[in-house]
């Protein structure tokens, strides 16, 4: 990293800062904690000023005091637990708005591909879309400036093409068989994001619903596609929680409330202050409290993902198939600072019905960043027998049945890990984009074949060539991709269902990817279908009264 020289202007007032923030947190931290705990509060906030000071005035070289404070700030959360963080007000508003359900952009999905920004798809009714850009197109120019062979990457794209509604953008873009740049003014506008990404029925009765993260419009979400579903038949559900990294704790709450019967209690929470215990309880009568409920979850699902899966588990409303959760049972609290930077502060644990703790182990003695290797490599994903449990942590349902805390949940049915099929080669085409280089350049020469053709088709009857496997090898030699003929023997089905999902997510929508998926390789999902009959007797079982 280059030096970086700062005025003493510069220089004083990231100190000054500093000194008020810490001011701040001592006159908070005052009236909030014990009186025994302040004299050590303030020789710590003390020390701090001291080398702080001692730093800027005595150090051999200029120094960036803020950079340094921020850097203390991340390593101090380190020693707490390991999902307490600290988000520099540069990166806090773009992960404040995965959550939030919207932001204010051009209303794109892109890739970066050999340098270059391509539009992947333009956003439903986004501003994009109303000037007919096109997938395929690529972004030259924006405001002016050569983004193009420049390094560019996804947050430098942010921070180009995200500002705020109602301001202007101009790019130049680049569209295969013309010749001159094509310039747009684009008005910047809100773009909803969507936390739900699949919605259909599987048969006559069965319904399918994958949610992907839980934001701040998830609840609405869920409800609207319920409510599609149950329109269309729709008696028993799946619900695909799968690499499902969490988010917002209403979200979760008001989900499960949708299936449990009014009363049942969804998750607690306990902390150091009295004020972060709660429960929270089925309040409303719910969408979908009659029909069967099966539940899918993996090593990637967490957090709010858990919520849901421990409230259906342990309240015997439903099953829980495919392999142990993540194991995160702590709950951040998001606090603004001063200068538009996020402290997520770890206020509470949380616990299942049954009361559960499903925190995985923390601290010195394990390696929490390698727990998934860890998993891989014991063989927890490939058989169920290679889990062993606690039996001082043994909870059990309100039927009765026994679950276990001390990391995750475990599900009612396990469905291993197929490997068998992947391979490096296969991973390297889609890391290198250059499966979707292929894609969008394929489907732009074929648009006749694809025009008119409906998804019933494309799923029963479209299958992906020889012919094209070969082109797609070529793409990824350019893009030094280095063919290997071994892996790509051994995953030449699985590279041809990937392609067919990826492009029928292109040709129609996301329903279609996860429907060509789910039928074809996600385990998990196929173990359900056979497990509905399960599901409803232990749903109809008699539970005892609260």
């Known amino acids: 990293m280059s030096e970086i020289k700062n005025t003493k202007q510069q220089i004083r007032l990231p100190i000054i800062l500093a000194l008020a923030i810490s001011a701040g947190i001592w006159i908070g931290a005052t009236f909030a904690e014990p009186k025994t705990d302040r004299n050590d509060l303030k020789a710590a906030i003390y020390k701090l000023q001291e080398i702080i000071t001692y730093i800027n005035r005595d150090y051999v070289d200029s120094v960036n005091t803020n950079e340094l404070v921020e850097f203390g700030i991340q390593k101090m959360l380190e020693k707490l637990d390991p999902h307490s963080s600290y988000i520099p007000a540069r990166d806090a508003s773009l992960a404040k708005s995965d959550l939030d359900g919207a932001f204010d952009g051009i209303g794109v999905e892109f890739g970066i591909i050999r340098d270059t920004i391509y539009v992947v798809a333009p956003l439903t009714g986004g501003p994009s879309e109303k000037l007919g850009i096109q997938s395929g197109d690529q972004i030259i120019n924006v405001d002016g400036k050569t983004v193009a062979g420049t390094g560019i990457t996804n947050r430098d794209v942010f921070d180009l093409l995200r500002g705020p509604r109602g301001s202007k953008v101009v790019v130049d873009i680049k569209r295969k068989n013309q010749n001159e740049l094509i310039p747009y003014d684009i008005i910047r506008d809100k773009i909803p994001q969507y936390s739900i990404n699949a919605t259909y029925m599987v048969n006559e009765e069965i319904g399918y619903i994958k949610v992907t993260r839980f934001a701040a419009t998830t609840h609405e979400e869920f409800k609207k596609s319920v409510q599609e579903l149950k329109d269309q038949g729709m008696k028993k559900l799946i619900l695909d929680l799968q690499g499902n990294p969490g988010g917002y704790m209403g979200a979760a709450i008001n989900i499960a409330d949708e299936i449990l019967d009014e009363n049942a209690l969804i998750v607690s929470q306990e902390g150091k202050l009295s004020r972060y215990n709660q429960k929270a309880y089925a309040i409303k009568p719910g969408l979908f409290e009659d029909g069967s409920v099966i539940v899918l979850i993996n090593e990637g699902s967490a957090s709010a993902s858990e919520i849901v899966a421990g ?45 559960r703790s499903i925190q995985k182990p923390y601290g010195n003695d394990n390696d929490y960043g390698s727990d998934w290797m860890n998993r891989f490599e014991h063989g927890e994903f490939f058989t169920a027998d290679s889990i062993k449990f606690n039996d001082s942590l043994r909870f059990e349902t309100r039927g009765g049945r026994s679950v276990f805390g001390g990391g995750g949940i475990m599900p009612d049915f396990f469905a291993p890990l197929d490997t068998t099929m992947s391979s490096a080669y296969i991973n390297r085409l889609f890391n290198s984009d250059s499966s979707r280089e292929f894609i969008l350049d394929y489907l732009e020469k074929n ?11 494309y799923y029963s009857n479209y299958q992906v060539s020889e012919e094209m496997l070969q082109s797609l090898i070529k793409v990824g030699e350019r893009n030094k991709v280095k063919f290997d003929e071994k892996d790509f023997k051994k995953s030449k089905n699985y590279l041809k269902i990937l392609l067919k999902a990826h492009m029928g997510r292109n040709i129609f929508d996301d329903n279609a990817f996860y429907k060509v998926i789910n039928e074809a390789i996600n385990e998990a999902y196929q173990q359900a279908l056979t497990l509905f009959d399960e599901a409803e007797n232990l749903a109809l079982a008699p539970k005892p009264k609260e």
């Open 447 to 457: 648009k006749k074949k694809f025009d008119g053709m409906s998804f019933e088709d």
């Open 311 to 355: 409230a259906i588990q342990d309240n015997d409303r439903g099953l829980i198939v495919g392999r142990r959760s993540f194991g995160k049972g702590l709950v951040q609290m998001p606090i603004d600072l001063s200068d538009g930077a996020e402290l997520r502060l770890t206020i509470a644990r949380y616990y299942t019905p049954s009361g």
